[in-house]
């Protein structure tokens, strides 16, 4: 099965509402990290975050890597929130590659 | 302006025919990678290579041949090309060594008819 759950597929939200992302993994791991895939297709990553929580103006994110979870919060959302967020998985070192979700996919209507 | 360079942005290809798919980073790094996403699937790695060396390959099929002319550059060369083949591929690019998470390009994506 897949190593990497994220929930919800996907969400639309109203402008300025607030949204929780969560990524779920069945497998120990080296870091994890989570990207915003722009509607484009181009991969940014959002946070590096192996453990606790880290905050970047309204994004949020926080892991505890012995639940096997990370959660991305979005507050306040934007317009420009709009794209898909993965969740992707260092499980050894990066020449072995990431390991991704499948994303949940954020739509922000005014 | 982008760092990692990808070309073409888009490619449209006939069933059996070859592709390159070129990628350049101008970020001093030191390891290159090419990862696959298509539709429905979860972004896919496919190569690893570390000062033009190949670290770990987890593509199944020989058709997939990456290239590295020069430490800033890994093409992908695709032969025999199927429909199934037709997806995005990224190549991204980090500072082994310190266990740098990979910067993704922007993509090149790929339609085979």
């Known amino acids: 099965g897949q190593q990497v759950q994220q929930s919800p597929t996907s969400l639309v939200l109203q402008e300025g509402e607030n949204a929780e992302l969560q990524c779920n993994f069945s497998t120990s791991l080296n870091s994890m990290q989570w990207f915003y895939q722009r509607p484009g297709g181009s991969l940014v990553s959002v946070f590096y975050n192996p453990s606790g929580t880290k905050q970047s103006g309204r994004l949020t994110s926080t892991t505890v890597i012995k639940e096997r979870r990370s959660s991305l919060h979005i507050s306040s959302s934007q317009i420009t929130d709009s794209g898909t967020y993965l969740c992707a998985l260092c499980l050894h070192n990066y020449a072995q590659g990431l390991t991704f979700g499948l994303g949940t996919r954020v739509s922000v209507f005014p | 302006d982008p760092k990692i360079i990808q070309k073409p942005k888009y490619l449209v290809a006939v069933t059996g025919s070859e592709k390159i798919l070129i990628c350049e980073q101008y970020?001093?790094?030191?390891?290159m990678y090419w990862y696959r996403q298509s539709a429905k699937k979860p972004l896919e790695f496919m190569f690893s290579y570390s000062y033009q060396k190949l670290m770990d390959n987890q593509t199944a099929s020989s058709r997939f041949q990456p290239q590295s002319s020069k430490k800033n550059h890994l093409d992908l060369q695709i032969t025999a090309l199927k429909p199934d083949d037709s997806a995005t591929y990224f190549c991204a690019s980090s500072l082994q060594g310190d266990n740098q998470a990979p910067l993704f390009g922007e993509g090149t994506r790929l339609s085979v008819l």
């Open positions: 970020l001093g790094h030191n390891a």
